[in-house]
């Protein structure tokens, strides 16, 4: 089990730590709180043992019994040190080097490179010159910065300043823990679902919600890789990764195929998630097509085929697919490995379209393996592991 140290210091927003403490205990870390004399003005102690379990800790010399925790073993026994929320005040401590209180004193004993800072100040705060000429003294001595939100503060300005959102703390707390299996990688990921217009407000699409190549990028990103997401159409949030990842949205299958082009090349893996439309309408309706008492029929045509191109072009990639299929699972995947030049190809029955899990098979030129159903999340680190195996 993992060991976090949660400190905690004296902003408005350390009530948000209540909540981020919560989903890192039921995500199975052990979680420890240090909290600064000003922070205890804005939240009690009693709040985080509580949800911890575990004794929190604010004063460098605890006076009402003996306890062998110090500055010193506190620092080398956590995996990570998550300073959330961290004032202007902290930050500029560990940059300058002062060791006056008990988290200031961690910070001194602790490798710069298992600090994580959640800023939250106020806008002028955290536009100032000193500021940023710390984070980035903190910054190049190996510690990590969890950009702020921009909004309406607790002052009333307006601006950056915000404590970062908790699900976005909890990506870069995965991130960090995440064996760095595709440092140097260029990944390619194409997801969700495109749309072949008939007129200006209809549209042929599928029920895919983009959340599996989502997910593989997230992993990805965990392990390190450098990540393009091509996405389309899809309504899940992004804006925990929008900062890690290089999203570009599209709409249609061209708009698909020219934006993967255009960083096919540089790709060491590609996973080619998106429900892509085979097929769309011949002639398209500049103005809505209105209702009449006969049948409409719909004259369509094929689409490019952007797994197809991949193939045909391919170099150094690794090409991965993805088939969903309603009968001969097995046999479709493996011809469409084949036809298409695939290295693996993923395939999974219709049940996983717009679901939160799913299982697969894997299937390789030499292999084929089987991941009984999980959430997509955990399915993503299964995929990728199988991945790298080959």
């Known amino acids: 089990m993992k060991k976090i140290l949660l400190c905690i210091t004296g902003s408005i927003a350390a009530y948000k730590s209540a909540d981020l403490a919560s989903k890192l205990v039921s995500k199975g870390y052990d979680v420890h709180v240090i909290m600064t004399r000003n922070s205890t003005k804005f939240i009690t102690p009693m709040v985080f043992e509580t949800l911890t379990k575990n004794r929190v800790y604010i004063e460098l010399f605890q006076d009402d019994e003996y306890t062998h925790l110090t500055h010193i073993s506190s620092a080398q026994e956590a995996d990570l040190i998550l300073v959330a929320p961290a004032t202007y005040n902290i930050i500029g401590k560990m940059a300058c080097g002062i060791a006056d209180d008990l988290l200031s004193s961690i910070l001194a004993a602790a490798s710069p490179d298992k600090v994580i800072m959640a800023p939250a100040m106020n806008v002028n705060m955290y536009n100032n010159q000193a500021l940023t000429d710390n984070i980035e003294i903190l910054k190049n001595r190996g510690a990590s910065f969890i950009v702020p939100d921009e909004g309406m503060l607790a002052c009333g300005d307006v601006g950056k300043g915000r404590m970062r959102n908790i699900p976005s703390i909890l990506e870069s707390v995965n991130a960090f823990f995440c064996e760095k299996l595709l440092l140097g990688k260029n990944i390619l990921i194409t997801a969700g679902a495109t749309r072949e217009y008939l007129d200006p407000i209809r549209f042929i699409s599928n029920s895919s919600s983009g959340l599996m190549g989502l997910s593989i990028a997230k992993a990805c990103r965990n392990m390190g890789a450098e990540v393009t997401l091509i996405?389309?159409?899809?309504?899940?949030?992004?804006?925990?990764?929008?900062?890690?990842?290089?999203?570009?949205?599209?709409?249609?299958?061209?708009?698909?195929?020219?934006?993967?082009?255009?960083?096919y090349k540089e790709a060491d893996i590609v996973f080619a998630a998106a429900a892509v439309s085979d097929y769309k309408p011949k002639n398209y309706s500049e103005q809505k097509i209105k209702k009449a008492d006969d049948t409409l029929i719909l004259e369509m045509e094929r689409n490019i085929d952007i797994l197809f191109e991949l193939g045909k072009t391919k170099t150094h990639q690794k090409l991965i697919g993805f088939a969903a299929e309603s009968e001969n699972l097995l046999e479709n995947a493996l011809k469409k490995l084949e036809r298409k030049n695939l290295d693996m190809i993923i395939a999974n029955g219709l049940s996983n379209f717009g679901s939160k899990s799913g299982g697969v098979t894997i299937i390789s030129r030499d292999n084929i393996t089987n991941i009984p159903?999980?959430?997509?999340?955990?399915?993503?680190y299964e995929i990728l592991k199988a991945v790298i195996k080959e």
């Open 231 to 263: 996405l389309a159409n899809s309504h899940l949030n992004t804006d925990t990764i929008k900062e890690s990842i290089n999203i570009v949205d599209v709409c249609t299958v061209r708009e698909m195929y020219e934006a993967t082009i255009a960083n």
């Open 373 to 380: 159903e999980q959430d997509k999340e955990t399915l993503a």
